[in-house]
Each structure stands twice: as C-alpha cells, then as structure tokens.
C-alpha cells in the first residue's frame, strides 16, 4: 500500500475547499469562434508565404533566363584598324 502524499493531500483540501467557479453559457461558442479565426489566420500566412516562395521562385526563373544584369550587345562594330 502506498503512503500518502503530501502534496497530493494538500491539493486535494484545497480543491475541496473552494466552490468551482461559474462557467460562462457561451464559453465554448467563444472559444470555437476564436479558434477558427487563428485557424483563419495561419491560413492565410501560409497562403501569403507560399505565393511569396512562387514569385521569388519565378523572379529567380526570369533573372537566370533573361541575364537583365548583362549590358545590351554593341549595335556597332570596332573600327577595324586597331
């Protein structure tokens, strides 16, 4: 048989002791309101990071392709008596 516990003891008087507080009636309406809006939140910031990582991706695509660093070629060419 197991001794009992000290604080288990004392836990367990001073849950006895205090009434349990009312609960509201709409609580779990609140709770699965606000649960659906941080749902709706992360949602959305992952929606707005993976259109970020696409236009990121295809900017990273174009650059590769289309060099814009590289100057325009010469429309010209060297005299010939260098």
Do not use: C, H, N, Y
């Amino acid at each position: 048989m197991r001794l009992p516990d000290r604080k288990e003891t004392q836990v367990r008087r001073i849950l006895e002791s205090v009434p349990p507080a009312p609960v509201p009636t709409d609580l779990a309406a609140r709770a699965l309101a606000r649960g659906l809006r941080i749902a709706q939140r992360r949602r959305t910031a992952a929606l707005v990071l993976w259109v970020f990582f696409a236009v990121a991706l295809a900017v990273a695509v174009w650059a590769a392709v289309a060099q814009p660093w590289a100057g325009e070629p010469a429309r010209t060419t060297p005299p010939a008596g260098w």
